[in-house]
């Protein structure tokens, strides 16, 4: 939900935007949204993580983590999506992509 991505900008001071899936609807329609099966959901909810509130929905789905690069007229520039949590795009290679995009 949007709230939960104005925390993480206010937390860490981001200076771009952060897109939002309410209801997580979007995530399928790209493939990048899965079930949690029912083990780990106990441990969510032992951590006090209410992932329904988040998604804003009753699922217990979870999106791909992924990085998408929009540039300012709304084309996507570049994506990289992994199922694997663990696999993140690199900072340094994300920043390299925005300043081509301004030529900076």
């Known amino acids: 939900m949007p709230e939960f991505g104005r925390t993480i900008v206010d937390k860490h001071r981001l ?3 952060i897109l939002s899936d309410p209801g997580n609807r979007y995530a399928p329609a790209l493939g990048l949204r899965f079930p949690l099966p029912p083990d780990p959901r106990a441990v ?7 992932l329904p509130a988040c998604n804003g929905d009753d699922s217990w789905t979870l999106p ?9 007229s709304g084309v996507v520039r570049a994506v990289d999506v992994d199922p694997d949590y663990t696999v993140r795009p690199e900072p340094s290679a ?3 992509i925005v300043k081509g995009l301004s030529g900076a």
Do not use: Q, W
């Open 15 to 17: 200076r771009f935007d």
């Open 44 to 50: 969510y909810s032992s951590f006090g993580i209410d």
């Open 64 to 72: 791909m983590p992924g990085r998408l690069v929009v540039d300012r």
């Open 94 to 96: 994300t920043l390299e």
